[in-house]
C-alpha cells in the first residue's frame, strides 16, 4: 500500500508472481474500503485460498434481522 501525498492518490497494489492487482484511489472514503482489501488479501496470503470468507470479512451470510428507521409515523 502506497499514498502519494503530492497526487493524493492512494494505491493497493498485491502480486503472486503471476498476477499483479492494483486498486487506485484519490477519495478520502475509499481508504476504509482498501484497508479491509488489504486485509483481506493479507488473510488469504497467511492462511490458503481454503479459508472461510465469513471469517476475514467478520460478515455473516445468513440474512439479518430488518432495522426501522427514524422516519415518520404513519
Known sequence: MKY???DGK??????????CL???TDQAQD??????????FFTLMA?????DMSEI???EQEAQ???KGRGRKQ
Open 4 to 6: 502519494r501525498h503530492c
Open 10 to 19: 492512494l494505491v493497493l497494489k498485491v502480486t503472486d508472481n503471476k498476477e
Open 22 to 24: 492494483k486498486f487506485k
Open 31 to 40: 481508504a476504509r474500503k482498501m484497508e479491509k482489501l488489504n486485509n483481506i
Open 47 to 51: 492462511r490458503g485460498p481454503d479459508v
Open 57 to 59: 470479512t467478520g460478515k
Open 65 to 67: 434481522p430488518v432495522k
